[in-house]
């Protein structure tokens, strides 16, 4: 049977790519509900814009009032929860907007779901679940190098944006316990791929590169980080909503273990190949003063979700990160609008 999902966030990256999965892929429809800060843009969402089956509501999440009027508007059978700030750097520079939108925020949803779930009749009701999406980064740091994060794994965020969303993890798990609203947690790690915002790494090498701008790598560049190409987390997530079981918690990950520096020289040589010039691109490299308190490495143990629900991810790095600069070089016009006057690539989150 399909169903309605109301998904926040939907117009940023991860939550932009999610929509056009479901509605170029299944017969479900979608409400998106986007505050339209900085880093959302309906642009990612043109191909299906026009779709009887999707919706647009431009909501802030901690407006109770406005968020009770979607519920009950729109009568939503799954929430799928991505908005978020989400930017480590911009947290350690302005961190009340962090606090505001995924704590204050997430609380304000989860209220309201509540209160919407009451409403419900039983066959509605145990359809409904409110589908949390969180990150590996409340996790930490791993020391061991064999180590991995799993299900189990203890929670030890660093920066205000990892706090924050831990705190939203936590809020979700309490209205589950205490309230008995079906929910549900994904935590994945750091995503790539088309229409990302230019502040993260992919997006802010290949179009710095392009540009002739230099390429900052913070530290010695040997941070490690899984990479997940964003169109396989799309799928995941749905997959998740849809079979995952109610209170548990699925890690997601693209099984793309890489340090910083080797993920920029990679974006080099294709851009290198791709767009010639005279001097490799890798010359523009240049090493920075690190992010504060920025954790060294980070990777998945996602196989709960494929054990448990049959996904794997189809991408790797080298097909993914191929597919991402490919992307990035046919949609000039994209990066150009996007940079609406709020971010034009300079250093953020430096701790004077």
């Known amino acids: 049977m ?38 959302g843009n309906l642009e990612s969402l043109i191909s299906i814009e026009n779709s009887n089956r999707y919706a647009f509501e431009q909501v802030d999440i901690c407006n109770k009032s406005e968020v009770k009027r979607v519920f009950d508007q729109h009568q939503p059978d799954i929430i799928m929860h991505l908005a978020a700030e989400s930017h480590v750097d911009r947290s350690i520079d302005a961190p009340d907007e962090f606090i505001q939108t995924n704590i204050i925020g997430t609380y304000v949803l989860l209220e309201q779901a509540r209160r919407y779930y009451a409403t419900l009749a039983n066959d509605k009701k145990s359809d409904f679940r409110f589908h949390h999406v969180s990150t590996d980064e409340v996790y930490g740091d791993l020391d061991e190098p064999d180590a991995l994060f799993t299900e189990e794994t203890a929670y030890a965020p660093s ?78 997530l749905l997959r998740v909503a849809l079979t995952g079981e109610i209170t548990q918690t699925y890690n997601i990950g693209g099984h793309n273990e890489l340090q910083n520096i080797e993920v920029v020289k990679t974006i080099c040589h294709i851009l290198d190949e791709m767009v010639p010039k005279d001097t490799p691109y890798a010359d523009l490299i240049t090493y920075v003063d690190d992010r504060a308190g920025h954790d060294v490495r980070y990777a998945i143990n996602a196989s709960k979700i494929d054990k448990e629900l049959g996904w794997t991810p189809d991408e790797t790095f080298a097909t993914g990160i191929r597919k991402t600069v490919e992307w990035y070089l046919s949609n000039s016009l994209w990066c150009d609008r996007v940079k609406d006057g709020s971010y034009q690539g300079e250093r953020l989150g430096l701790v004077q």
């Open 2 to 39: 399909n169903k309605k999902f109301l998904i926040t966030g939907g117009a940023g990256f991860i939550g932009s790519a999610v929509i056009r999965h479901i509605i170029d892929n299944t017969g479900h429809s979608v409400v998106n509900v986007d505050k339209l800060t900085y880093a």
């Open 159 to 236: 920066s205000p944006y990892s706090a924050a969303k831990a705190s939203s993890d936590h809020l979700v798990r309490a209205w589950q316990r205490t309230f008995g609203l079906p929910t549900v947690i994904t935590n994945c790690s750091n995503n790539y791929g088309p229409y990302q915002f230019p502040e993260k790494l992919i997006p802010l090498i290949t179009l710095n590169a392009l540009a002739g701008k230099v390429l900052p790598i913070y530290g010695n560049g040997k941070q490690i980080r899984d990479w997940l190409y964003v169109d396989d987390h799309a799928r995941a």
